[in-house]
């Protein structure tokens, strides 16, 4: 503990070190004491910890460095030297300690992440309630809201409850549910929503599901496309790394609880092949990022380190990115179907990370704080873009996802060097599960003429 951080002139009033200012006028020990307890009641886990400590072990080696080369000139900064030095060993001890808790806690229980409960404060129909199930949970169902990502909870709930939408005929009907669909709503910065009870059998999924299943959303779209055939932005077509990160530790806690396995963590397409493309066209084809998601619950079940397995990284400065890159590796992509982003932050959940580019894209003080956190980092970066292709089309062909790499067992199914353009598919349809286009983003029901109201009240059949 803390607590067991002494100096040495505590142990052995013969010497000074580490210096009288450790209990006396600047006090450091109290300084450095009060630090390390900050950083073990904040984190959520020992691997966080060991992230922080690092970054202090590295301020005071650089301290250090400092104040060596005044040292010959002045002999008491010597002593202090020695002080800093003994301050980085004891913070080196613990992180091994913390690294030996990550090392030999394997399973064991999950915690519960941090959840925020709105489902007091959400819209509710005036009327209408939804039942309370009578059969145990057995299935977790994923969705994404088919939404731009910048809608909110509350926007969704308003839609659930009082939204209209054209049926195949193109008359408008009301949407009047009791209120949102989803018992979890994951935002992209990874925030996760309670929406419902998980008691509460919700319409979400369609038919008898709702009755044993629990409805975790992703927001945003998690499409090539768009309905009116537009491509979608490389970076709204998959769930952030946010997203991944909590909905793992999320799903992980509600299989726990409910004894889950994992092969009941579905996409709604899972339930009803045919009748919706929910979560996305990404799901299982493409990207495929049912997989990943898979595999990210695993490593939380199984006490593993909690990171993402591979990351792809691109830079992105603002009006300009990585675009020429982004197109030249999606041959890489399809084959080795690593996680992907524009974010060094994100990177940082990482084990893996490929920086694709030089370092005038992402710079080399990003790449030095990847390594710091205990990432292994690799960059693809030729003297041109045709050059970093020609690596990245090399990797593809040895099948190693970064040189030095051994091969992976297992190789994508499916043509790999398609361009961007012959990714995207035609325009998908609209599901009744989705939010149509024109409902407003402020979450207020576009207008609707009196004439094309339903003149008989639709009431969902348990589930629509």
């Given at each position: 503990?803390?607590?067991?951080?002494?100096?040495?002139?505590?142990?052995?009033?013969r010497?000074?070190?580490?210096?009288?200012?450790?209990?006396?006028?600047?006090?450091?020990?109290?300084?450095?004491?009060?630090?390390?307890?900050?950083?073990?009641?904040?984190?959520?886990?020992?691997?966080?910890?060991?992230v922080?400590?690092?970054?202090?072990?590295?301020?005071?080696?650089?301290?250090?460095?400092?104040?060596?080369?005044?040292?010959?000139?002045?002999?008491?900064?010597?002593?202090?030297?020695?002080?800093?030095?003994?301050?980085?060993?004891?913070?080196?001890?613990?992180?091994?300690?913390?690294?030996?808790?990550?090392?030999?806690?394997?399973?064991?229980?999950?915690?519960?992440?941090?959840?925020?409960?709105?489902?007091?404060?959400?819209?509710?129909?005036?009327?209408?309630?939804?039942?309370?199930?009578?059969?145990?949970?057995?299935?977790?169902?994923?969705?994404?809201?088919?939404?731009?990502?910048?809608?909110?909870?509350?926007?969704?709930?308003?839609?659930?409850?009082?939204?209209?939408?054209?049926?195949?005929?193109?008359?408008?009907?009301?949407?009047?549910?009791?209120?949102?669909?989803?018992?979890?709503?994951?935002?992209?910065?990874g925030?996760?929503?309670?929406?419902?009870?998980?008691?509460?059998?919700?319409?979400?999924?369609?038919?008898?599901?709702?009755?044993y299943s629990?409805?975790?959303?992703?927001?945003?779209?998690?499409?090539?496309?768009?309905y009116?055939?537009?491509p979608?932005?490389?970076?709204?077509?998959?769930?952030?790394?946010?997203?991944?990160?909590?909905?793992?530790?999320?799903?992980?806690?509600?299989?726990?609880?409910?004894?889950?396995?994992?092969?009941?963590?579905?996409?709604?397409?899972?339930?009803?092949?045919?009748?919706?493309?929910?979560?996305?066209?990404?799901?299982?084809?493409?990207?495929?990022?049912?997989?990943?998601?898979?595999?990210?619950?695993?490593?939380?079940?199984?006490?593993?380190?909690?990171?993402?397995?591979?990351?792809?990284?691109?830079?992105?400065?603002?009006?300009?990115?990585?675009?020429?890159?982004?197109?030249?590796?999606?041959?890489?992509?399809?084959?080795?179907?690593?996680?992907?982003?524009?974010?060094?932050?994100?990177?940082?959940?990482?084990?893996?990370?490929?920086?694709?580019?030089?370092?005038?894209?992402?710079?080399?003080?990003?790449?030095?704080?990847l390594?710091?956190?205990?990432?292994?980092?690799?960059?693809?970066?030729?003297?041109?873009?045709?050059?970093?292709?020609?690596?990245?089309?090399?990797?593809?062909?040895?099948?190693?996802?970064?040189?030095?790499?051994?091969?992976l067992?297992?190789?994508?199914?499916?043509?790999?060097?398609?361009?961007?353009?012959?990714?995207?598919?035609?325009?998908?349809?609209?599901?009744?599960?989705?939010?149509?286009?024109?409902?407003?983003?402020?979450?207020?029901?576009?207008?609707?003429?009196?004439?094309?109201?339903?003149?008989?009240?639709?009431?969902?059949?348990?589930?629509?």
């Amino acid at each position: 503990s803390a607590e067991a951080v002494y100096g040495r002139n505590e142990l052995d009033t013969r010497v000074s070190s580490p210096g009288t200012q450790w209990l006396q006028g600047a006090r450091f020990k109290d300084t450095l004491l009060a630090q390390v307890r900050g950083l073990l009641e904040e984190a959520q886990d020992p691997a966080q910890v060991v992230v922080q400590l690092r970054q202090q072990v590295r301020d005071l080696q650089g301290q250090i460095a400092t104040l060596q080369a005044l040292a010959d000139q002045v002999s008491p900064l010597k002593q202090e030297v020695q002080s800093l030095r003994e301050t980085v060993q004891q913070q080196q001890a613990e992180i091994a300690r913390l690294q030996g808790i990550i090392a030999t806690s394997g399973g064991g229980a999950v915690r519960p992440p941090n959840i925020l409960d709105v489902v007091d404060s959400l819209p509710k129909h005036p009327t209408l309630r939804y039942a309370q199930r009578t059969a145990p949970i057995s299935m977790i169902v994923v969705h994404h809201t088919d939404t731009p990502p910048t809608f909110t909870v509350e926007q969704l709930a308003h839609y659930h409850v009082f939204g209209t939408r054209k049926d195949a005929q193109g008359n408008w009907i009301k949407k009047e549910w009791p209120g949102i669909g989803y018992h979890f709503v994951i935002t992209p910065d990874g925030t996760i929503y309670q929406g419902q009870r998980e008691e509460t059998c919700s319409y979400h999924v369609g038919g008898e599901p709702n009755n044993y299943s629990l409805g975790v959303s992703f927001i945003g779209r998690f499409m090539q496309s768009n309905y009116d055939g537009t491509p979608r932005a490389p970076e709204e077509q998959l769930p952030t790394p946010q997203q991944m990160y909590s909905a793992s530790r999320l799903i992980a806690w509600l299989m726990q609880k409910h004894d889950v396995p994992i092969e009941k963590v579905m996409g709604h397409r899972d339930v009803w092949p045919g009748q919706t493309v929910c979560p996305g066209d990404q799901w299982t084809a493409g990207a495929r990022w049912k997989s990943l998601l898979h595999q990210q619950i695993n490593a939380v079940l199984e006490g593993r380190e909690k990171r993402i397995e591979h990351y792809l990284l691109f830079w992105d400065h603002g009006t300009l990115w990585a675009e020429a890159d982004w197109r030249n590796a999606q041959a890489y992509i399809a084959h080795f179907r690593p996680t992907t982003g524009f974010c060094t932050d994100d990177a940082l959940l990482a084990r893996h990370v490929t920086i694709v580019g030089g370092d005038a894209g992402i710079s080399g003080q990003d790449e030095a704080r990847l390594r710091a956190a205990g990432v292994d980092v690799h960059r693809l970066a030729g003297a041109n873009e045709a050059e970093t292709r020609a690596v990245l089309d090399e990797l593809v062909r040895k099948n190693t996802p970064w040189p030095g790499a051994p091969p992976l067992v297992r190789k994508a199914a499916g043509p790999v060097a398609r361009g961007l353009a012959a990714e995207i598919p035609a325009a998908p349809a609209v599901d009744e599960w989705s939010v149509p286009d024109e409902w407003s983003a402020v979450g207020v029901e576009p207008a609707v003429p009196a004439t094309d109201r339903p003149r008989v009240k639709v009431t969902p059949a348990a589930e629509r």
